[in-house]
């Protein structure tokens, strides 16, 4: 039978599966192979929080969506067009999503055993009860039909029935027109010396697949989407969390600093570890503390030493932080916290995403203890809000707080390689050898950072703790006045880093009925929504920050423009709150809080939804803080 050729835009697909059933390998070997043709990529990956829960239970799922597309993306999409579940489990969590009309492809063999489908609350298969009417259902025995094409390699059952991922992988391979190449050289370069039988079994399972979807009459169509246009030059599909170590690289390359990182395993920020643990030929320093206050106070002797310190966590960990944060302000040391954001409170959701760290970063320490707060926007600005963070820490001399988050931290997109030698210097405030006049820790240039005294320098001797300073001498100072004085410095200190934020930019419309802040990784979603209501007629505009402390001076202005100043973020309204109380009085009243807690990011369909909404009336807007 002859195959249909079509042609889409972009197209979404998701792969869902037990923990153990390889979805993110999948995913991530499908992602890589659409980035080398040229599209548009974005992609969320979503993990279960058990490490290992039962096989066949909804807590165990785990999935990886990818929106690939012949034009820019902003978001992993909304809804997939295409659903491959693995078994029970994974179609009960994940059906709901599927768009209606889209393409369901489900592994046949465990809808026939009774005890999967009671485990994901199936009273009968849903293959059999006419609940799948909705979708173009393509049932394919893909576990037997991978044990059969592999049956000659000499697997046991268990790793045989392992490489079903790959028989998945190459039948959407085939069902989109991608060629095999890029995952047939991974396999030969990555299992074939860990395991040759391994490789051979995946090999055969993915082009068993492909000729699964190529001969099968169950499938008459398949489709193309060609490559989206692009600014000349490298690129390469980049996580969050590669793209904030690859930014810490680069700061300690501009700035002529070794880089050190301190750091206490957690989830999502674990990774920033594992990846610049690797990194040791470059001269990275890691250390893997015994806990996050181990952690962080290393991190603060390698600031003292006159390294570029770092330190990684997420919001459990900056709890336990607090008072050293509170440390290297008092002792005004270049120190850069980067928090990747999780569902909390306590343990929470350690595998989901969220924006409910604001407050903390901003205001969780005892005393008056301001630090500069900046966000990434998205998986591969991660890189240039790590180069940001280094250089406010180093020009002010201060602990800075970098926020990401698990949904930009663990999702991937092309990211322009720079060119290094494109990339302005960070100077460094070391203090020169002195004679004659005593050294003076704690005077201050005009931005009110003071001299960074490395250990050993000749006539720089002077102390160094937690206790309150005098002015300039740095003494141990218990005077009231002195007191109020310093706390005023070192607030003062960070509002001037507004001096150096660039002008706040407003996509869309300047001036309408609607404009929407945002922050962090909802950036995507929000920008996306913007141009759809854009496109539709409507004066909508869309200011997202990069710098939450200070704001941008010029923020006020940029939004007296609009009628409704709507802020979508994954909290109660954090942001919100920071704007009702920060910015002038007549803008500050039009601010309407949009959240969402759910361990999801917005669609952007939510968001077009909330600007064709009526206004909230003042008492809906108040925040719960």
């Known amino acids: 039978m002859a195959k249909v050729l079509e042609q889409r835009e972009h197209v979404t697909i998701r792969f869902a599966g037990d923990s153990g059933d390889g979805m993110q390998l999948t995913g991530t070997q499908f992602t890589h192979t659409a980035a080398l043709l040229g599209n548009d990529i974005a992609t969320f990956p979503d ?15 785990s999935g990886f969506q990818v929106h690939f597309a012949s034009e820019q993306v902003f978001t992993p999409g909304d809804a997939p067009d295409v659903l491959v579940a693995m078994n029970p489990a994974a179609l009960r969590v994940n059906l709901k999503d599927l768009r209606e009309g889209g393409a369901l492809i489900i592994n046949t063999q465990p809808f026939s055993n009774a005890k999967n489908l009671a485990q994901a609350g199936y009273a009968a298969s849903p293959l059999e009860d006419g609940s799948l009417a909705a979708y ?8 037997t039909m991978t044990l059969t094409a592999i049956a000659d390699v000499g697997l046991n059952q268990r790793a045989a029935t392992r490489c079903k991922n790959f028989f998945a992988l190459g039948l959407v391979y085939w069902m989109f027109h991608r060629n095999l190449d890029h995952t047939v050289r991974w396999i030969e370069e990555k299992q074939r010396k860990r395991d040759p039988l391994v490789a051979d079994a995946n090999l055969k399972a993915l082009k068993a697949g492909y000729h699964y979807g190529e001969t099968a009459e169950v499938f008459t169509h398949h489709y193309v989407v060609n490559a989206a246009p692009i600014r000349p030059g490298l690129y390469r599909n980049i996580t969050g969390n590669e793209a904030l170590g690859l930014g810490l690289m680069a700061a300690a390359e501009l700035s002529g600093l070794e880089l050190f990182l301190g750091s206490y395993p957690i989830t999502p920020a674990s990774d920033v570890l594992h990846f610049l643990s690797q990194q040791k030929a470059y001269g990275v320093k890691t250390f893997q503390a015994e806990d996050e206050i181990a952690a962080i106070c290393a991190a603060i002797g390698a600031a003292f030493a006159g390294g570029l310190a770092v330190t990684t966590t ?34 929470g959701l350690p595998t989901k995403t969220e924006q409910s760290d604001l407050l903390q970063g901003l205001f969780g320490r005892n005393g008056e203890s301001p ?28 602990p800075v707080l970098l926020l990401s988050d698990g949904y930009i931290a663990n999702g991937s997109e092309p990211w322009l390689v720079p060119q290094m030698s494109d990339l302005p210097r960070i100077a460094r405030p070391f203090a020169l050898p002195q004679e004659g006049a005593p050294f003076r820790p704690y005077a201050r240039d005009e931005d009110l950072g003071r001299p960074w005294a490395v250990p050993g320098t000749p006539g720089l001797e002077h102390r160094l703790g937690g206790l309150e300073k005098q002015h300039e001498t740095g003494a141990v100072s218990y005077d009231a006045a002195n007191h109020e004085l310093m706390v005023k410095l070192r607030a003062e200190k960070v509002a001037r880093v507004a001096r150096h934020v660039p002008p706040t930019e407003v996509a869309g419309a300047a001036a309408g009925e609607l404009v929407f802040v ?19 007629g409507r004066r909508v505009g869309h200011v997202h920050l990069r710098h939450l402390n200070p704001l941008p001076a010029d923020l006020a202005a940029r939004l007296e423009g609009f009628g409704r100043v709507v802020v979508p973020e994954l909290n109660l309204g954090q942001l919100a709150l920071l704007l009702r109380a920060r910015l002038p009085a007549a803008v500050a009243a039009r601010v309407e809080s949009a959240p969402k807690v759910q361990g999801k990011p917005f669609k952007v369909g939510e968001l077009v939804a909330l600007a064709q909404s009526p206004a909230q009336s003042p008492s809906n807007m108040e925040s719960p803080q």
């Not at 008072?323 to 409170?345: D, K, S, T, Y």
């Not at 707060?373 to 998205?378: K, N, R």
Request: net charge neutral.
């Open 47 to 61: 993990f279960p929080a058990e490490i290992r829960a039962p096989i066949g239970t909804l807590a165990g799922v």
């Open 136 to 143: 173009r259902v393509y049932p394919v025995d893909i576990t």
């Open 314 to 347: 997420s919001g459990p960990g900056m709890a336990l932080k607090a008072e050293a944060i509170g440390l290297a302000l008092m002792m005004e040391l270049p120190l850069v916290i980067c928090n990747i954001q999780r569902g909390g409170p306590s343990t």
């Open 371 to 398: 630090i500069p707060v900046v966000a990434a926007q998205s998986p591969s600005d991660c890189f240039w809000a790590a180069i940001e963070a280094a250089r406010i820490a180093l020009r002010h001399m201060t």
């Open 518 to 536: 945002s922050w962090g990784g909802t950036f995507g979603a929000v920008r996306a929504a913007t141009h759809a209501l854009t496109a539709a």
